[in-house]
């Protein structure tokens, strides 16, 4: 009963659904992008909605009713509907950060252009496969400011986009890193996240796809505020810290910070390879030889670092 509810409710904000009995979603019309084609999917069981056309996203109804701006009646029915209070207030913008116009999804490219192909070259030597392209909506742009760069998006929780990275798929250019001006203090990769299970703390994007499992990407060095609040409010058990071996210093700022506050933290040892160059399997298994810090460990490492 409560599913055909909530299917009536997306019917009047979305327009008429097509069902597809194989996956369980139920297919709209993108109020995004406008497709022609019912490409945007909705999940009625688990709300997680998706447009395979321009990649809009996120993990709830009650995130795209607050994008869309539906009414406060609307709101208040859907509440009653799922058995939750949720608020009408819209979601954050992120200054209202979007992908660069030039951006193209790799999945949806031409796959004759010499720019896909050059792309394509890039990522697959770096050990990216088709699977990371699809869930993490991975782009490329041929030409403006990201012109010859892979584009890897990330998004919050509610499938809003909080930040994205520029990759020069060319060795010889002459920028190979551009990133959005925008404030480093979100959750890389936030979407994926399962704060229920350990987490593991990197760099860059590049390294959080080899990663794979639970890993969150901080766009540099230092752990911002709004990472730290989510992982207590979280109560994370435990958090693997991965940073390059040139950040040291900053790795055993966060470890020390979360010691005090009684969290199980590792330190994996790198060496001269960060994860996106050793690959997923050889960081598995530095992964499984580390162990739960201690304070003496922490002395040891500053020490060797004088």
């Given at each position: ?86 608020s009408s207030s819209t979601t954050k913008t992120y200054d209202d950060l979007s992908l660069p116009l030039e951006y193209i999804p790799l999945y949806l ?171 997923h399997d050889k960081f598995q298994d530095l992964l499984n030889d580390s162990k739960p810090l201690t304070f003496e460990k922490i002395m040891e490492y ?5």
């Open positions: 009963m409560g599913n055909l509810r909530t299917l009536q409710i997306l019917e009047q904000v979305l327009g008429k659904s097509k069902h597809n009995s194989h996956t369980g979603e139920v297919g709209f019309h993108c109020p995004f992008c406008k497709h022609h084609k019912r490409k945007f999917n909705i999940h009625i069981e688990t709300e997680k909605w998706q447009c395979w056309v321009c990649s809009a996203k996120g993990r709830t109804i009650a995130s795209l009713f607050r994008k869309l701006k539906v009414s406060q009646d609307i709101m208040s029915r859907l509440a009653k509907i799922i058995g939750k209070t949720i490219a031409n796959k004759k252009s010499p720019e896909y192909k050059n792309a394509m070259h890039y990522l697959i030597g770096r050990g990216i496969s088709g699977r990371d392209i699809l869930r993490h909506s991975i782009g490329y742009c041929e030409s403006g400011r990201y012109g010859g760069m892979i584009i890897i998006p990330s998004y919050d929780c509610d499938g809003n986009l909080n930040f994205f990275t520029g990759r020069s798929y060319y060795e010889d250019a002459n920028y190979k890193h551009n990133n959005p001006r925008v404030s480093k203090d979100i959750i890389g990769f936030d979407l994926f996240v399962n704060w229920n299970e350990p987490i593991t703390i990197v760099e860059g994007a590049f390294d959080a796809l080899a990663v794979r499992n639970n890993s969150i990407p901080l766009f540099g060095k230092l752990m911002l505020d709004n990472l730290k609040a989510k992982i207590l409010k979280n109560k994370v058990s435990r958090i693997n810290i991965a940073l390059d071996s040139d950040a040291i210093g900053h790795s055993l700022k966060i470890a020390e910070y979360f010691m005090s506050l009684d969290k199980e933290v590792h330190i994996v040892e790198l060496g001269d390879q960060d994860p996106s160059e050793m690959g500053k020490f060797i670092c004088k």
